[in-house]
């Protein structure tokens, strides 16, 4: 059963921030938002997490909906080295990553 | 400080052969992961470990074993590498703070099975 869902793919203007959606309509109380991303083989890489509160860090910004049931990932300002598959993962903490097809982001120049 | 270390990377089985993927890890951390990866698919668990001496079946296991005699080292086994075995294998290990496991990956090790 797949807890997220996610567009497929998206595109986003070099320095125009992306925004990436995800729903996850049916998260538990203990479980939180992961956002991890992929460039091209490489292995991935951790972006940011929540539970309940907006989050930022250096890399981009989590808004979680007050009801919980879905998220956007903001990256402010996109450059061409953000262009990368970025998987959206509900789970409890201390249980592993799993992973669905995520959203394909082009940054395009 | 390297992080997660996975050798080799590419190597070209028959099928039949087997061979052990070569995972290290030199922060410390507790939970080790293996995942395998197919062509346009997202990553698919095949085992993990919490610590040293304690492991666990993920979504794929059939074919692999594995075995966690130190903190350091999670190595995965195939027996008898099929085709279907044909993937990228990454492997990946995290500190268990609640609610707080960001998770390292390694660069993958490409099989091809023939």
């Known amino acids: 059963d797949a807890k997220t869902t996610q567009p497929p793919s998206m595109d986003c203007a070099e320095g125009r921030a992306a925004n990436l959606p995800c729903n996850h309509s049916?998260?538990?109380?203990?479980?939180?938002v992961y956002w991890y991303r992929q460039i091209h083989s490489q292995g991935p890489q951790y972006i940011i997490h929540?539970?309940?509160n907006n989050e930022t860090n250096e890399m981009a910004s989590l808004i979680i909906t007050e009801d919980r049931k879905s998220s956007t990932l903001i990256l402010p300002h996109a450059t061409l080295r953000d262009t990368a598959v970025y998987y959206c993962?509900?789970?409890?903490?201390?249980?592993?990553?799993?992973f669905g097809k995520g959203t394909r982001l082009s940054v395009i120049a | 400080n390297a992080g997660v270390t996975q050798t080799p990377k590419f190597r070209i089985l028959k099928i039949g052969q087997s061979m052990t993927l070569q995972c290290a890890q030199d922060?410390?951390?507790?939970?080790m992961y293996w995942y395998r990866q197919d062509p346009g698919m997202g990553l698919k668990l095949i085992y993990y470990?919490?610590?040293?001496?304690?492991?666990d079946k993920g979504e794929v296991p059939n074919g692999y074993n594995v075995s966690r005699s130190t903190t350091e080292d999670f190595p995965l086994r195939l027996e008898l590498a099929a085709p279907s075995q044909t993937s990228v294998y990454f492997c990946?290990?995290?500190?268990?703070?609640?609610?707080?496991?960001?998770?390292?990956f390694g660069q993958g090790t490409r099989l091809t099975v023939v």
């Open positions: 990946a290990s995290s500190y268990s703070r609640q609610g707080d496991t960001e998770a390292f």
């Open positions: 049916t998260i538990s109380g203990n479980e939180y």
């Open positions: 929540g539970l309940k």
């Open positions: 993962i509900v789970k409890p903490g201390n249980t592993p990553l799993v």
């Open positions: 922060m410390n951390h507790n939970y």
């Open positions: 470990s919490v610590g040293a001496g304690i492991t």
